[in-house]
T-cell receptor, first 111, second 116 residues
Framework: GENVEQHPSTLSVQEGDSAVIKCTYS??????FPWYKQELGKRPQLIID?????GEKKDQRIAVTLNKTAKHFSLHITETQPEDSAVYFC??????????FGKGTRLHILP | GAGVSQTPSNKVTEKGKYVELRCDPISGHTALYWYRQSLGQGPEFLIY????????DSGLPNDRFFAVRPEGSVSTLKIQRTERGDSAVYLC??????????????FGAGSRLTVL
C-alpha cells in the first residue's frame, strides 16, 4: 500500500523567512496530494492540495510543488508569520479515495 | 449539521472492555473516514465509507475493530476487548467529492480514548 514519508519532523525558522517541508510517496498511481495544518489541540484542516496533472500550485504565501518522476512533493511557506506555527501533514491518495498521511512536521516560527 | 460531530469527546475505559465511538458527518457528505492519531504522529487511516458500504477497510488493525454506517450518515466505530495500545485520538472526517481526484476532508474534533 501507499507509504508517505515526511521531513523534517521539526523545523524552526525566523519570522519572515521561508519554510520548506518535503514528502515522498511510494505508490506511483497516487495522483492527489493534500496538505493539512493542525494547530495545537485542534483538528487538521486542509490548506492546499495538488493533483498530478500540474507541477505547482500557489495560494498567497503557500505553494506546493510536485515531481511525479521522483515521487516527491513539497510545501513552501514564504514570509512566515507567528500564526504559521503548527503541525503540517502531507498526504497522498489515488483519485482522492484512501488518503494516507505522513507523520507530520512541527513548524516553529521564531520571533 | 454545521460540522462533523464526534461523541464522546473523551472516553476512559478498562482493558478488555467494549467501546463505541460515534461520528455524525456533515449533512450530504457521502464519504466518511476514520483515522487514529497517536501523540506526535500523523492520522493513521482505518476505514472509509462511500455511502453505506465500507469502500476500504484495509487500515483496521485487527478483528477487534469494526465500523458501520447503516444509513449512509452516522457511523460508529466499535472496538472489542480494548487494549492499552488502542489509546489514541480517533478522528472522523467526511467529504463531498466535488471534482474528480480532489477530496477535501472536514475533520471532527476527535474522540480521545484512554485504555487503563
Amino acid at each position: 500500500g501507499e507509504n508517505v514519508e515526511q521531513h523534517p519532523s521539526t523545523l524552526s525558522v525566523q519570522e519572515g523567512d521561508s519554510a520548506v517541508i518535503k514528502c515522498t510517496y511510494s505508490d506511483s498511481a497516487s495522483n492527489y496530494f493534500p496538505w493539512y495544518k493542525q494547530e495545537l489541540g485542534k483538528r487538521p484542516q486542509l490548506i492546499i492540495d495538488i493533483r498530478s496533472n500540474v507541477g505547482e500550485k500557489k495560494d498567497q504565501r503557500i505553494a506546493v510543488t510536485l515531481n511525479k518522476t521522483a515521487k516527491h512533493f513539497s510545501l513552501h511557506i514564504t514570509e512566515t508569520q507567528p500564526e504559521d506555527s503548527a503541525v503540517y501533514f502531507c498526504a497522498a491518495s489515488i483519485s482522492g479515495d484512501k488518503i494516507i498521511f505522513g507523520k507530520g512536521t512541527r513548524l516553529h516560527i521564531l520571533p | 449539521g454545521a460540522g462533523v460531530s464526534q461523541t464522546p469527546s473523551n472516553k476512559v475505559t478498562e482493558k478488555g472492555k467494549y467501546v463505541e465511538l460515534r461520528c455524525d458527518p456533515i449533512s450530504g457528505h457521502t464519504a466518511l473516514y476514520w483515522y487514529r492519531q497517536s501523540l506526535g504522529q500523523g492520522p493513521e487511516f482505518l476505514i472509509y465509507f462511500q455511502g453505506t458500504g465500507a469502500a476500504d477497510d484495509s487500515g483496521l488493525p485487527n478483528d477487534r475493530f469494526f465500523a458501520v454506517r447503516p444509513e449512509g450518515s452516522v457511523s460508529t466505530l466499535k472496538i472489542q476487548r480494548t487494549e492499552r495500545g488502542d489509546s489514541a485520538v480517533y478522528l472522523c472526517a467526511s467529504s463531498l467529492r466535488q471534482a474528480a481526484g480532489a477530496n477535501v476532508l472536514t475533520f471532527g474534533a476527535g474522540s480521545r480514548l484512554t485504555v487503563l
